[in-house]
């Protein structure tokens, strides 16, 4: 996450800091004027004023500074620049005029993030629709794994999801830890995400961090969440890491209820069971609810 420090080094450039976070378009441009305060300057950890600007979504500042030849591109010492802040706090024009005066799409914080990672993260559909069509990769991962798609996911943007997978989002990347974004989902309960990642056909069995959607369902109790599941073709029958079908995970009856509609006839709630996916029933789960 990009986060501003406004420790300054001399009076004159403490008052154009706070001009920029301020919004103070006057003074900013006094003290820029004066010729005693120079547009890039910068705090210990390498913020520039137009950061400042960008990350409080001032425009008209940000408009100022560029116009004074503010170095659109600088770094702080953690990668963050003006456009990553702006991206992180939804500052739609502020991106805009940045990518409009060459502002770098593809640089990344420290630990990987991306513009487009950050606006997912806040779901800022607008400014995530406005940097895709600029050209960021919309599968550009974090250096754990985490992509953009699996963050929105995480967070319950159902309508970033949805613009993601559309322009192309791998439905099934997972993050280092083997996690995908059905299986956060899942297990935080986010109904609207489940729904449009179903649409696109994501896997539904073990995944290489050996556990399921559904086993994650199964634990959140929400029950919703596992009726969409078994209704998308998820298998009560399968096994995670420690050997435990989804069934052995909850004493919810209405789910366990659940479990055993997707299946009649076969039981899978016994260590000795026959795979539930060989007779499983093509009718809904939601009236079992």
């Known amino acids: 996450m990009c986060r501003m420090s406004f420790k300054k080094e001399t009076p004159l450039a403490n008052a154009a800091f706070w001009a920029a976070r301020?919004?103070?378009?006057?003074?900013?441009?006094?003290?820029?004027?004066?010729?005693?305060?120079?547009v890039d300057c910068r705090d210990s950890h390498g913020t520039t004023l137009l950061?400042?600007?960008?990350?409080?979504?001032?425009?008209?500042?940000?408009?100022?500074?560029?116009?004074?030849?503010?170095?659109?591109?600088?770094?702080?010492?953690?990668?963050?620049?003006?456009l990553l802040a702006a991206s992180q706090y939804g500052h739609m024009q502020v991106v805009e005029t940045l990518l409009k005066h060459g502002a770098n799409i593809h640089d990344q914080l420290y630990d990987g993030a991306t513009a487009l990672f950050l606006a997912a993260q806040g779901g800022y559909l607008d400014v995530i629709r406005?940097?895709?069509?600029?050209?960021?990769?919309?599968?550009?991962?974090?250096?754990?794994?985490?992509?953009?798609?699996?963050?929105?996911?995480?967070?319950?943007?159902?309508?970033?999801?949805?613009?993601?997978?559309?322009?192309?989002?791998?439905?099934?990347?997972?993050?280092?830890?083997?996690?995908?974004a059905l299986l956060k989902a899942a297990n935080k309960g986010y109904n609207d995400v489940i729904e449009e990642l179903l649409k696109f056909s994501p896997t539904l069995g073990i995944l290489k961090n050996?556990?399921?959607?559904?086993?994650?369902?199964?634990?959140s109790g929400n029950i919703k969440t596992v009726a969409?599941?078994?209704?998308?073709?998820?298998?009560?029958?399968?096994?995670?890491?420690?050997?435990?079908?989804?069934a052995e995970l909850t004493k919810n009856e209405r789910i366990l209820r659940l479990l055993r509609a997707s299946s009649p006839g076969?039981?899978?709630?016994?260590?000795?069971?026959?795979?539930?996916?060989?007779?499983?029933?093509?009718?809904?789960?939601?009236?079992?609810l």
């Open 51 to 82: 950061m400042v600007a960008s990350y409080a979504g001032h425009i008209d500042c940000v408009r100022e500074l560029v116009l004074q030849g503010a170095d659109i591109n600088l770094q702080r010492e953690d990668g963050g620049t003006a």
């Open 130 to 180: 406005l940097l895709l069509s600029s050209g960021a990769r919309v599968n550009q991962p974090r250096q754990d794994g985490t992509a953009p798609l699996w963050i929105a996911s995480q967070m319950g943007h159902s309508e970033v999801v949805r613009v993601m997978l559309l322009r192309g989002a791998e439905r099934d990347a997972a993050r280092n830890d083997g996690t995908t």
């Open 210 to 219: 050996g556990t399921s959607a559904l086993h994650a369902a199964v634990l």
């Open 228 to 246: 969409l599941l078994l209704e998308a073709g998820a298998d009560p029958a399968l096994r995670n890491k420690a050997n435990e079908l989804p």
């Open 22 to 38: 301020r919004g103070n378009l006057a003074l900013l441009r006094l003290l820029l004027n004066s010729g005693r305060v120079d």
């Open 266 to 288: 076969v039981d899978c709630f016994s260590r000795n069971h026959l795979p539930c996916s060989s007779m499983r029933s093509n009718s809904s789960f939601i009236h079992v």
